[in-house]
């Protein structure tokens, strides 16, 4: 299974919800409610007492998990490589390549990708990360890209220091958990302070906290302003103990020598995080990251534009940009994008790259490369047009953030200053007696039809190791009204080049599969003479059929005694809905369990009324009724068969569950 990968701090508050001190008794309890930095001692010592080989590697997994999720690679390295000597398995070995990965340790990293594809049984599963492993040790032994020379900044502290943006006077505005966030209480997963705002004045490298009311005990960060600093975005993560907190973008207006109290966008959805927003020059245009489910993977970037009745529905960057990864953190420097990408050939997590619009359509991204991007995530590329330029060999100066390990903190702002290139070595003589051809464009897209690869071949519940090719598979491509089926090899491959401003649609099938689609679209995607060639990948995934077995419906969780369809419950349902709509032919049961605990007629009535109000859901998303029926097992069938005063509150949450099978 392909990972990407948001391991800075910066962008770790942004997700999961606030967790306040509580009485820890052990590393697994520590680890299992993300306070990490607590976690990591409880672990080590855990794992000396350790009296069999099997506790010992799950501990040491979760210690390299810790570090990992504290931003501390080398110590990551060592335990997940011990975990999986301790016999840990896969999960150990994925982890330990990735961190080598993020060290720049690009040839250990290749062994162990290599060696990771032939133990789950699939060396498509890791083909990208070995290829950009290849390609970041290439660049740096080139040295060509030498364009830029990068510095700390002064103002640099232990605490985690991301996401500058200009301000008034010679000043910038970031993101940091510094002592003197507010909020009484610690965000365990760091063990440090809560994020806020902060100013730096760039003169004397003072710092001090953003005014009031920007700042709050929740988490703030990311922020942009309009040019004349009228108006100020950035981004609020809220809720309260018992829901996730959800990360929104926030507008605050200067009304004389103050800001007025924040406000939520208008077009801000409930259950999305919003990321790191970026005005245009002109003050009509906003960019920034979200995790919509309507989009083509992970995080993607939006545009919205400014209207007389306020901010316009975004829209989606096109797919040059946005891939089934991560792209996050964009800034806007007249005509030119910076944005960070963990998908995009790149040389660590995440890489900056930087787009040009030209007639409304967007080039290729570029690799900003070393030294700007590095094995650690690299983000938020700043351009200070205020910066005086003295020498003329400099184009621009600004400063950029990532997590390398040479940082003070576990985040870190950079300087850069970007010099003018070589001049490029004289063409060779050009042959007047011919005429020069014109330059061919082309776009080609390589789609790849796979299927799971479970730790248990005939458990649908069991682990996903990674994805193979699925040979046979029969691909029905859809363009114009037109459709076109192809059958793919033992490679998974089928191929197709694609035309100008054309939206393209693929549904995979095979027998004994679940049928599956993917759209892909060139709107929007400019031609680039430096990039005349360009290469597409989708993937489909296609879930083998299991009859008469219960499938676990993730997040599916209902309020104290009620039945009610929870928002959160939502998207899993309507995921559901799109797999009965792409498989017309299949009727399934709806099932809710309850755990142990509660008397027998309650529990049954309970997850009787649960089970309907999810089939309810579907009929009301457009499913025939006569395709589902529900059933309530009450605490009959658990899945964890445990002693019910004995069982431990993951095993009641796991017996807790809303499934579903294929019964025709």
């Known amino acids: 299974m392909q990972k990407y990968f948001l391991f800075s701090l910066s962008l770790l508050f942004l997700v999961g919800s606030c967790t306040y001190v509580q009485k820890i008794k052990d590393g697994t309890t520590a680890f299992e409610r993300k306070q990490y930095k607590r976690a990591i001692p409880m672990l080590k010592s855990e794992f000396k007492r350790a009296k069999s080989k099997v506790d010992q590697g799950k501990l040491a997994f979760l210690a390299g998990e810790s570090y990992k999720l504290t931003n501390q690679s080398d110590e990551a390295i060592e335990w997940y490589l011990t975990a999986y000597d301790y016999s840990y398995g896969t999960d150990a070995l994925e982890e330990y390549a990735y961190a080598l990965k993020r060290t720049q340790q690009y040839e250990e990293a290749i062994r162990a990708f290599k060696d990771l594809g032939n133990e789950i049984g699939s060396p498509y599963e890791y083909k990208r990360e070995i290829r950009n492993c290849e390609i970041a040790m290439k660049w740096l032994t080139e040295g060509a890209y030498d364009e830029y020379t990068v510095g700390k900044v002064r103002f640099n502290n232990r605490a985690a220091d991301f996401s500058p943006t200009i301000y008034l006077g010679n ?33 004397t490298n003072d710092v001090t906290p953003f005014e009031s009311p920007i700042n709050t005990v929740h988490n703030e960060g990311s922020a942009t302003f309009t040019r004349d600093f009228s108006e100020m975005y950035f981004i609020r993560c809220f809720g309260d103990e018992d829901n996730q907190a959800f990360c929104k973008i926030m507008v605050s207006k200067k009304d004389g020598n103050s800001w007025t109290v924040p406000q939520v966008l208008d077009f801000i959805e409930p259950e999305v995080n919003y990321k790191s927003p970026a005005i245009s020059d002109d003050g009509n245009t906003l960019y920034f990251a979200a995790n919509h489910p309507d989009g083509w993977g992970g995080y993607d970037i939006y545009e919205s534009q400014r209207t007389p009745a306020g901010w316009d529905i975004p829209k989606l960057l096109p797919r040059n940009i946005n891939t089934i990864g991560n792209e996050v953190f964009p800034t806007i420097e007249a005509d030119t994008l910076y944005f960070s990408s963990d998908f995009h050939a790149g040389m660590g997590g995440l890489d900056i790259f930087r787009v040009y619009k030209r007639d409304k359509e967007w080039s290729s991204p570029f690799n900003l490369k070393a030294p700007i991007n590095s094995g650690a995530d690299d983000f938020n590329y700043l351009v200070d047009y205020r910066a005086p330029i003295v020498n003329p060999k400099v184009i621009h100066k600004g400063y950029f953030t990532s997590s390398r390990d040479e940082g003070s903190g576990l985040d870190d702002i950079y300087s850069f200053e970007r010099l003018v290139p070589p001049p490029p070595p004289p063409p060779p003589p050009k042959d007047t007696t011919k005429e020069e051809p014109p330059v061919v464009y082309s776009m080609t897209l390589n789609g790849y039809v796979l299927e799971k690869i479970y730790e248990d071949p005939t458990n649908p519940n069991s682990r ?41 649609a693929f549904f995979a099938s095979n027998e004994g599969y679940l049928t599956n689609d993917e759209q892909f679209s060139t709107k929007g995607i400019a031609k680039d003479p430096k990039d005349p060639d360009q290469y597409f990948e989708v993937e489909v995934v296609l879930d083998k059929i299991f009859k008469d077995q219960e499938i676990v419906l993730d997040n599916i969780y209902y309020e104290f005694d009620k039945a009610f369809i929870r928002s959160d419950a939502k998207p899993a349902l309507n995921e559901l809905a799109d797999l009965l709509n792409q498989n017309p032919s299949i009727r399934i049961e709806l099932a809710s369990h309850t755990d142990c605990r509660g008397k027998t007629n309650y529990n049954q009535n309970l997850s009787a009324r649960r089970a309907q109000s999810a089939v309810d859901y579907l009929v009301s998303a457009g499913i025939e009724s006569s395709r589902l029926t529900s059933r309530g097992y009450g605490a009959s069938s658990p899945a964890v068969d445990c002693l019910c005063a004995r069982c431990t509150e993951a095993e009641h949450q796991a017996n807790r569950r809303t499934t579903f099978k294929i019964v025709d």
Do not use: C, H
Not at 181 to 200: A, C, P
Not at 470 to 496: D, R, W
């Open 171 to 203: 000043a910038l505005v970031f993101s940091s958990d510094r002592d003197e966030s507010m909020g009484e209480e610690e965000y365990n997963w760091t063990g440090k302070d809560f994020m806020d705002l902060f100013i730096v004045d760039l003169n």
């Open 464 to 504: 996903v190791l990674g994805r193979k090719p699925l040979e046979g598979a029969a691909v029905q491509i859809m363009v114009n009204g037109k459709s076109e089926t192809v059958t793919v090899g033992s490679n998974g491959l089928f191929e197709i080049k694609l035309k100008e401003e054309t939206d393209y």
